[in-house]
């Protein structure tokens, strides 16, 4: 049984506890179990808050023996990105400065898994910071992606990708400030979900790049991220860029997708210049091509636009986001929270602080510090950070363009599949290179999702779509549909994951 219940979806799963099949209890068990099992392996958890997992499941089975009425979701454990804070359990971000740090309140979403009855099983591993695209720059150790344990699982969110795909978990969330929900998804095999910005509250999740930064679902399936999104979105009047709308269900926008015709006649554009070019690996346009060819027998129509700016978006972001984290993390000041390291000698402020700085930042951060600072520096400021934004201007006004030609835009989620651990250590550019594809949608703050197309080599590929700003109900619909065109094809196999790990699994 608890095998079982692991291999569920959270749709599944959340049907057999109301159906009284199984428990919110014995579900939550089976998943701890399976964390006991193989996140030493994984290593996506930098926390498991098994005790606190169990008594919110004892109280999820409790409110449906009541009576009460629940959520479609209630019951089902989920996993939360440790950038994400949680009352009572530490939250680090992966970072030594903020080792040990307790926080006093929940994040908003966090909040709403609480009262729709999701047990929270712990804390998912990430770049320090959500700096990154490999989970490399933890300072608790990397993640290793559950369909080759010797290959990363994307980043910055590679935790929550991995516990999904690595089924310690049947839902996660995860942050998004430039791919690291979507390019962690399309590396491990899952499905990963960059809502419109403001369409989820960012109150509770510690700032990277504010412009930039959205919270959102992981999970195994379309269907699953969708429900999840139900949960977390709306507005929050203490998150001042939450957007006041009605949200339809993107459940219900899921479910439509596996309707006949459901996307018949959808005009989907593919941006040349982040579906094809250098750095793209040849399976992977290869996998990308035979996912357009299934969209068009589903009745598609595709067609491949031009969008120019978007080259330059890593390089735009790669200023912007910098800069705004240089003013975002002058908060770990060795006062308020975390690490403080007092140096020998007559100590003064400044030199705690930058005692504390030093050795509680990792290499990531600091080269992000110092470049926000030095592009925003007066002088440098219109070279640099004022460029960034003009670059940012026009890529908006690229996607206005492409949005008026089609209903979405479609393109590989990541270059390339997962590379080996180490390999992108020696240069900072070639990790930036990774985001080539994610980017540009958190430029115009539009919502993306990624889902697996197929393999290459035996290692995921996932496909990306993106959709105007509000639209995130498009994405759904199309995702559950392609997904269900692609699994006839390939039936379970995307999901059978590294030879280590199967054996716990099945
Ligand atoms: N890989 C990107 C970066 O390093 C994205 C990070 C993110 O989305 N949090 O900044």
């Known amino acids: ?54 008594a919110q499941a004892a109280e999820a089975d409790r409110r449906r023996a009541a009576g009460d009425e629940l959520s479609p979701l209630a019951g089902v454990p989920v996993a939360v990105k440790d950038n994400i804070v949680t009352e009572g359990l530490e939250t680090t971000a992966a970072s030594r400065i903020l080792a040990g740090w307790v926080p006093p309140y929940d994040a908003h979403v966090v909040e709403r898994l609480r009262a729709a009855g999701l047990p929270i099983l712990g ?4 770049d320090e910071f959500a700096m990154g695209s490999s989970t490399e720059h933890s300072a608790f150790g990397p993640t290793r992606n559950p369909w080759d344990l010797e290959r990363i699982p994307g980043g910055s969110g590679g935790g929550s990708a991995a516990a999904v795909a690595a089924f310690e978990a049947p839902l996660a969330l995860g942050t998004d400030t430039g791919g690291s929900i979507r390019q962690p998804a399309a590396v491990t095999g899952t499905v990963g979900v960059k809502p419109t910005y403001g369409g989820v509250s960012r109150y509770g999740s510690l700032a990277m790049g504010s412009s930039l930064d959205q919270i959102g679902p992981a999970a195994r399936t379309v269907l699953d991220a969708a429900l999840l999104h139900d949960v977390i979105g709306g507005h929050d009047r203490r998150d001042q860029t939450s ?19 459901a996307v018949k006649g959808l005009r989907i554009g593919v941006p040349r210049q982040i579906a ?118 026009l890529v908006q006004r690229d996607f206005a363009d492409a949005f008026a030609q089609v209903d ?8 390339t599949v997962a590379w080996t651990l180490g390999e992108r250590g020696d240069d900072p550019t070639k990790m930036y290179a990774a985001d080539l594809t994610t980017i540009p949608a958190n430029l115009a703050g539009v919502p993306a999702i990624s889902l697996p197309s197929g ?39 995307l999901l059978a994951g590294a030879p280590e790990l199967q054996e716990a699994t099945r």
């Not at 159906?19 to 926390?47: K, M, P, Y």
């Not at 835009?409 to 270059?415: D, E, I, V």
């Open 1 to 54: 049984m608890t095998d079982r219940l692991t291999a569920l979806t959270a749709a599944e799963l959340a049907e057999a506890i109301r159906t009284g099949e199984t428990t919110s209890v014995a579900a939550t068990e089976a998943h701890l179990a399976r964390i006991d099992a193989v996140d030493g392996a994984v290593n996506a958890f930098l926390a498991v808050d098994a005790d606190g997992a169990l």
């Open 123 to 126: 804390k998912t591993n990430l």
């Open 243 to 261: 957007i006041d709308h009605a949200w339809p269900s993107f459940a219900d926008a899921a479910r439509a997708g596996l309707g006949d015709g």
């Open 276 to 393: 094809e070019g250098e750095g793209f690996e040849p399976a992977v346009i290869a996998d990308f091509r035979a996912a357009l060819d299934r969209l068009r027998d589903l009745g598609a129509e595709v067609t491949w636009i031009d969008t120019e700016t978007f080259e330059y978006a890593v390089a735009a972001y790669y200023l912007l986001m910098p800069a705004e984290v240089s003013s975002n993390l002058a908060r770990y000041d060795s006062v308020r929270y975390g690490l403080r390291v007092v140096p020998e000698g007559a100590a003064n402020v400044e030199r705690v602080m930058s005692a504390t700085r030093a050795a509680g930042f990792g290499d990531e951060a600091k080269r992000r510090i110092l470049l926000g600072t030095y592009a925003l520096s007066s002088g440098y400021y219109d070279a640099y950070y004022g460029k960034a934004q003009q670059v940012r201007t």
């Open 408 to 415: 979405v835009l479609a393109a590989p989620t990541s270059p």
């Open 455 to 493: 393999l290459a080599d035996g290692l995921p590929v996932g496909i990306q779509f993106m959709a105007p700003a509000r639209e995130d109900a498009r994405l759904y619909t199309v995702g559950a549909a392609l997904e269900a065109a692609l699994d006839a094809d390939r039936g379970a196999a």
